[in-house]
């Protein structure tokens, strides 16, 4: 996998003291098959990727986007019960998700758009 290994490579620097986290490192979850193909994602495999990681990382989460889930189609409480204690941080966004509308994919109109 292929943030796995970019996770492995990170400086012992932005790890935190054992049984001290004060400096959290989170990646963001989305597509990751498909465009934009980022590091990891969808939930369930994320989730794979945290455990990993976190086992050697006590200061590691992910970051949920609500927009990003539902751009995958998750569902959004079924995905947030799966990522449990695993997020650090969940983004509150908005998204259109209607095929070649101008707004559509990751660009998080305003709310009265």
């Known amino acids: 996998m292929r943030a796995e290994k970019a996770f492995r490579r990170t400086p012992s620097r ?17 597509a990751r ?3 934009p193909h980022q590091l990891a994602g969808p939930t369930y495999e994320a989730t794979t990727l ?4 976190a086992a050697a990382n006590t200061n590691f989460r992910l970051t949920t986007d609500l927009s990003h889930l539902a751009q995958l189609g998750e569902d959004p409480v079924a995905s947030m019960k799966v990522l449990g204690g695993r997020a650090r941080h969940v983004h509150l966004s908005t998204c259109v998700g209607i095929a070649g509308h101008r ?3 990751d ?5 009265d758009t």
């Open 103 to 105: 707004l559509s994919g």
């Open 107 to 111: 660009r998080h109109p305003s709310f």
């Open 50 to 53: 945290a455990d990993r990681v």
């Open 14 to 30: 932005t790890r935190s003291p054992p049984g001290n986290p004060t400096l959290w490192v989170s990646l963001e979850t989305f």
């Open 33 to 35: 098959a498909t465009p």
